[in-house]
């Protein structure tokens, strides 16, 4: 069974950081797509950055870029999200996700694998 398991979110004030993980079980990463979704308050489920885990793609949303890294630790099959210079939008629940493919996007109906999501409340 696949599990995705989000930790990391918390209160944070503008201009602070937090890092997000996401462990996997009963799941490899390989070579596979994996992505950082968001929901703020009223708002759709999006894409904010995607990773290929075979090596030469990442995506960030314009609203996240230049502020939020993605990372891989491979020996403990877990997906990083770290996120600096936070502001109040950036308030949502935040989902990692990932799928078995070798093109990535970011569309939330690409990916059959989720994690439950972990809350991040920036205030100013």
């Known amino acids: 069974q696949v599990q995705l398991v989000e930790s990391g979110g918390g209160s944070v004030q503008a201009g602070g950081s937090l890092r997000l993980s996401c462990a996997a079980s009963?799941?490899?990463?390989?070579?596979?797509?994996l992505a950082w979704f968001r929901q703020g308050p009223g708002k759709e489920r999006e894409g904010i950055v995607v990773?290929?885990?075979?090596?030469?793609?990442?995506w960030y949303d314009w609203r996240v870029e230049g502020r939020f890294t993605i990372s891989q630790d491979k020996a403990k099959n877990t997906l990083y999200l770290q996120m600096d210079s936070l502001k109040p939008e950036d308030t949502a629940m935040y989902y990692c996700?990932?799928?078995?493919?070798?093109?990535?996007?970011?569309?939330?109906?690409?990916?059959?694998?989720w994690g439950q999501g972990t809350q991040v409340t920036v205030s100013s």
């Open positions: 990773f290929y885990t075979g090596g030469g793609y990442t």
């Open positions: 009963g799941y490899n990463f390989g070579r596979t797509c």
């Open positions: 996700a990932a799928e078995n493919k070798d093109v990535c996007s970011a569309r939330e109906s690409d990916y059959p694998y």
